[in-house]
């Protein structure tokens, strides 16, 4: 007998300062905090449906239609997690099936584990009844999932405590703050990357020589900077903090060894496109910024949309770029249809 059923979407989000390396990798506590964006859901979203049934005999999770090992440790996290936190569907014998689907590339630097487990844990949440931060639980099981269960400017705090429970997520500023920033994300490649966001960031703790600084003073420097320049919404700072938080991302992982690359030359072309571009305009009219992987995202206010994307457009010609705006909408996980 089906006892629940809930389907649910969620956003991405797009860091402004990168998290990128851990200090415990089970239950994913980060080495530094990180700042991003929510996307408006109506661009790039993950939907989930979840079955609760008696009829099931094991839990099993289906991603774009391919069947995951529901054993692997960060599912388990969560669902352990979520079971233990439940205020319904408590005594009764039961499995999950769960249907995930992400309308956009997966595992290609555009933050598809974020909406993924964000949509999960949401999902999982809603059905088992858990009150209280869940933020926590998404980061259980992909770090920057936790940033996407508010709209707006998020930072996921790293905390101190061994247990996590100060690591968590934090709206900065909702999308009403700042409704007029844009963010268009040009998919220069939708293939799987070739290195994980967890086995690189695994790689670069261990060997860059960059990523103490980073952690120590860098990132502490531009979370505080960054914050205070979306609280007074000035797009010139957040903008040059942006592009230079992105570039040293990417240096740390030149200098891991071996050496990681998630730029290609089309990434590199739009830098040097934007940084001209940004020069000949005598400011910050747009600023890039690449998660591990090729494809750009590039925040700007809304009134530099249409000048930015005819010279895009101009560079390149055909179809093969994509562009998603970002609403001036609350953007937070929500549901689509419950049956508690
Ligand atoms: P990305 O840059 O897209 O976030 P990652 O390497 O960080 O790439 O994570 C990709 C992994 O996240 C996938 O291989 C899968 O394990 C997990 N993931 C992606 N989408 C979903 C989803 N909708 N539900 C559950 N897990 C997901
Ligand atoms: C470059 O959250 O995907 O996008 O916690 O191992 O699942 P895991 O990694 P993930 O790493 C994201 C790295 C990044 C920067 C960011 O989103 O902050
Ligand atoms: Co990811």
Sequence with gaps: MVLASITCTA??????????????????????SSLSGTLHQDDLKTTTTIVASEDYTEDELYLNGKKEDINAVRYQN??????SRATKLMD???CVHIASINNFPTAAGLASSASGYC???FSLAQMYGV?????????????SACRSMYGGFVKWEM???EDGSDSIAIQVQPESHWPDMNIIVLVVNDKKKETSSTDGMQKSAATSVMMKERCAVTVPNRMRDIEEAINKKDFQTFGDITMKDSDDFHEVCATTTPPIYYLNDTSRYIMNLIHRYNKLSGSVKCAYTFDAGP??????PAENTTEVLSLFMKHFPGDNIQT??????ENIPSIENFKP
């Design 92 to 94: 009764k014998k039961h």
């Design 159 to 161: 905390g101190v405590k």
């Design 78 to 83: 969560v669902l352990k997690m979520i079971r």
């Design 119 to 121: 949509c999960l844990v």
């Design 324 to 329: 998603y705006y970002r609403g001036p909408k």
């Design 131 to 143: 009150e209280g931060d869940i933020s926590a639980i998404a980061r259980l099981g992909s770090g």
């Design 11 to 32: 956003p991405v989000n797009i860091a402004v300062i990168k998290y990128w390396g851990k200090r415990d990798e089970n239950i994913i506590l980060p080495l530094n």
């Design 295 to 300: 494809n750009a995202c590039i925040y700007l």
